[in-house]
């Protein structure tokens, strides 16, 4: 059974750094699936955050992150994860884990077969 389960979210201070973690159940080996992260807000579409690419592991990020958040898979742990540093009010959102299986990275929605539950992320200034 595909599932991906995301961890880490919580409550952090503007400034502060979280990681979150996208763990893949062994059908779904991470290191074939392009893994990207997304993210909605109380009211707000769901947007990209970030992704890495299946085999060679190219990395994208929207503009509001670059720079701040790293995404990293671990093909041992078949996990992937997201490292959130200098948070800001404005990242606070439901953080979703998803996997392609067929695009190099893919920044909308539609392209991901398989979505986690999600882990919230709230940032307070």
């Known amino acids: 059974q595909v599932q991906l389960v995301e961890s880490g979210g919580g409550l952090v201070q503007a400034g502060g750094s979280l990681s979150l973690s996208c763990a893949a159940s062994?059908?779904?080996?991470?290191?074939?699936?392009?893994m990207g992260w997304f993210r909605q807000a109380p009211g707000q579409e769901r947007e990209f955050v970030a992704a890495?690419?299946?085999?060679?592991?190219?990395?994208s990020y929207a503009d509001s992150v670059k720079g701040r958040f790293t995404l990293s898979r671990d093909n041992t742990k078949n996990t992937v994860t997201l490292q959130m540093t200098s948070l800001k009010p404005e990242d606070t959102a439901v953080y979703y884990c998803?996997?392609?299986?067929?695009?190099?990275?893919?920044?909308?929605?539609?392209?991901?077969?398989?979505w986690g539950q999600g882990t919230r992320v709230t940032v307070s200034s």
């Open positions: 062994s059908v779904l080996p991470v290191s074939m699936y392009s």
């Open positions: 890495i690419s299946r085999i060679v592991s190219r990395t």
């Open positions: 998803a996997a392609d299986r067929r695009t190099m990275g893919a920044t909308k929605a539609d392209n991901y077969d398989y």
